[in-house]
């Protein structure tokens, strides 16, 4: 399974899922989050999500020195923060700037697909779905 994000006309800008997300990290903020809403415009103009879209041939992977970030069966990549020394290239890499960093360890934070943050969407922007589904 993989996070969907499906019509992003009826996102308001919440970040209830971003919330979801943190919590899931045991963080109270918004400093440990894999999901991003951004603004393109406020209420006029909408906003998008940014979140991990699972690419079958992720670059984020393919750029990472050492071998911390490994694509999953089902779509999307693992981080093995034991081996990741915090270049930033698989950040730099991601065409949608989906990887978002821990600062607090200098470490990125990828989306697992969990569907926890699907739960709090009030409006169904987000669920979950087969891969190429």
Known sequence: MRLAVGDTERCVGCQCCMFACARIHDDAGL???CIGVRSIGGMERGF????CR???NP?????CPTDALKPRDD???HVDTTKCIGCGHCRDACPIA???WDDEINKPMICLHCGYCTKFCPHG???LDRKGG
Request: with cysteine; charged share 10%.
């Open 75 to 77: 779509g999307g990549v």
């Open 98 to 100: 989906a990887i978002f």
């Open 48 to 51: 998008i999500v940014v979140v």
């Open 125 to 127: 922007v987000l669920g």
């Open 59 to 63: 670059p984020c992977a393919k750029v």
């Open 54 to 56: 699972a690419c079958d």
């Open 31 to 33: 400093a440990k989050t």
